[in-house]
């Protein structure tokens, strides 16, 4: 957790100088030259003249560590409204949703308290417990797997954030159908968290009863969907935010301006992917012990007749219904239920699942919109295990209209740590949860300091890091979203879950009728770019977007 720290007096602060690298002439010098350069420059020299005081471990003339300078969060709406929220869905995302919200299980609460008590530097249970009323409760719960309803009602009534033995509030009421969760009169809006098959068909009958919706991403599973439900948004005048919390993260905000002003040049090329190497984080997730027939209501997770049958018509009319099955749908299957995010019958794959996340990271900094091509390569190269969908894959999507590609690579056997980059012909920027700008060596814009020796080409000349803490990450995949900028975000100096974040955003924006930053216009645009990444997978062919018919078309 990023401490606040009192303000040093001029003989502490040489102290801790002493105990520090220093910071060499060459590079003050630099500092104070770029100056005269507009916000990169006036960054880098406010950095060391105004927050001098405020670095941390200087272990190189290039790395700086400071407070964040992003304002603190706007106090929550005065009109006192509370919002009474359903939960669809209340698996491994559900339950992080609703601990983002305020609502976790007893059993979770107290499993934060004896990691308190056992690591001092364990900040959990203290973030949660002094993370801020939503003014929200939560009156409803629908899942299909009864294990898991009855842990999300217990959560929904632990309203104190209380571990075992604690007093709780009311229960929230069951439902066994989410249409009837929707028709439910004490229920305001929704939170989505189903498997993806079921995404667009739930936000759409959600938005047709008038509900808000927060929907996990990706936002759809299949392009006709994805018309259907924008048009169903609007037409309703609901609040909808899709789940892409990274929206949240204040490295964006610096990144955005760099862009913005031009500092990196021109940029061509941006290269993002997913790395990860095990078995949860390539979906293999653990089977339940309760589960079975018996607590699983497996027709409705396969969906009725008429809605497999959408789907097959929409597969064999595409040329893809070969990649359906090889199970047949109606036979219940545990494996399927847990890790239904290995096959197309439920899964958008890498493209729903990862690398819309590494889109809309690129989309908020750089307003790229929905590129003219795709093209994609890959298949199942580790994990054998009958997937359907792919380990590895790689997408080019082209902007030609803005003269540049986005590069995304994935595989899910392998961690080696790659960051985002924007590459620009004079200067590149690589961001997740930090930022950093290295100008290139052939710049022209920053062509006379290269030549006067203020600038070192090559070496990382902005570094911005919000925060050094990221405890409680205890697996591969944590520490993945954690670097990317998922998990945490800092405002102020003080840590804060990203998904809360994004929650909080859309709660506000239901009590002000404003539009949240990942909106229908931004999710239309996420879930056509996922779309023509999986199609070009699957087809075997490049596909092109028609802006003007709005079409996915074949190559």
């Not at 105990?19 to 960054?43: C, F, Y």
């Not at 969060?73 to 559900?94: K, W």
């Not at 610096?254 to 500092?263: D, S, T, Y």
């Not at 847990?338 to 990271?361: M, P, V």
């Amino acid at each position: 957790m990023n401490e606040k720290d009192s303000n040093p007096t001029e003989k502490k602060d040489n102290q801790e100088n002493a105990d520090q690298k220093p910071v060499s002439h060459g590079r003050r010098e630099a500092i104070k030259a770029l100056a005269t350069v507009p916000v990169l420059g006036a960054m880098a020299y406010g950095v060391y003249r105004k927050r001098k005081q405020e670095m941390r471990n200087l272990t190189s003339a290039d790395m700086f560590h400071f407070k964040s300078e992003v304002a603190p969060l706007s106090p929550l709406s005065a009109d006192g409204r509370i919002i009474r929220l359903g939960i669809i869905g209340s698996g491994i995302r559900g339950k992080q949703l609703m601990i983002a919200l305020g609502f976790g299980t007893p059993e979770y609460v107290e499993r934060l308290i004896q990691g308190q008590k056992q690591n001092s530097s364990d900040n959990r249970f203290k973030d949660f417990r002094e993370q801020e009323d939503l003014k929200i409760v939560i009156t409803a719960i629908c899942d299909i797997f009864d294990v898991h309803a009855e842990e999300a009602i217990s959560a929904g009534a632990n309203i104190h954030r209380e571990g075992l033995n604690g007093k709780y509030g009311t229960a929230p009421r069951r439902y066994h159908h989410y249409r009837e969760l929707l028709a439910a009169e004490d229920v305001d809006a929704v939170v989505i968290a189903s498997p993806d098959h079921w995404h667009g068909q739930m936000a759409l009958d959600a938005a047709r009863a008038g509900k808000h919706v927060y929907l996990e991403k990706p936002m759809t599973w299949t392009v006709p969907e994805t018309y259907a439900l924008r048009s169903a948004v609007k037409e309703s005048g609901i609040i909808f935010q899709l789940g892409h919390q990274n929206r949240q993260v204040e490295a964006y905000g610096r990144a955005r301006e760099i862009v913005a002003k031009g500092l990196l040049g021109p940029v061509s090329l941006i290269e993002t992917g997913t790395n990860r190497n095990d078995p949860n984080g390539a979906w293999v997730y653990k089977i339940h012990p309760d589960a079975s027939p018996e607590t699983i209501d497996w027709q409705q997770f396969e969906g009725d007749p008429e809605r497999v049958k959408e789907y097959m018509d929409y597969m064999t009319s595409s040329g893809l219904a070969k990649y359906v099955g090889p199970e047949p749908r109606d036979k219940f299957s545990l494996e399927r239920f847990f890790r239904w995010r290995c096959w197309w019958d439920y899964s958008t794959g890498l493209s729903g699942d990862l690398l819309t996340h590494e889109y809309d990271a690129m989309n908020q900094i750089m307003h790229l919109g929905i590129p003219s091509s795709a093209t994609s390569s890959g298949g199942v190269y580790f994990f054998r295990d009958g997937r359907t969908v792919p380990d590895v894959l790689q997408t080019a999507f082209e902007y030609a209209h803005k003269g540049l590609t986005m590069l995304y690579s994935a595989t899910l056997a392998s961690q080696f740590n790659r960051s985002r980059k924007i590459m620009g012909h004079d200067a590149t920027m690589e961001v997740g949860n930090t930022l950093t700008v290295t100008i290139d060596p052939r710049s022209e814009q920053y062509r006379d300091k290269i030549n006067n020796g203020t600038i070192k080409p090559g070496q990382p000349f902005y570094h911005y890091v919000p925060g050094k803490s990221i405890d409680a990450v205890t697996s591969a995949t944590e520490l993945y979203f954690a670097e990317r900028g998922l998990l945490y975000s800092y405002v102020d100096g003080k840590r804060y879950n990203t998904t809360y974040l994004h929650l909080r955003e859309w709660l506000e924006c239901i009590r002000n009728g404003e539009q949240p930053s990942c909106d229908i216009d931004r999710g239309f645009e996420e879930a056509i770019t996922a779309h023509m990444g999986t199609r070009a997978y699957l087809e075997g062919r490049t596909m092109y977007w028609d802006p003007e018919k709005e079409e996915i078309t074949r190559g």
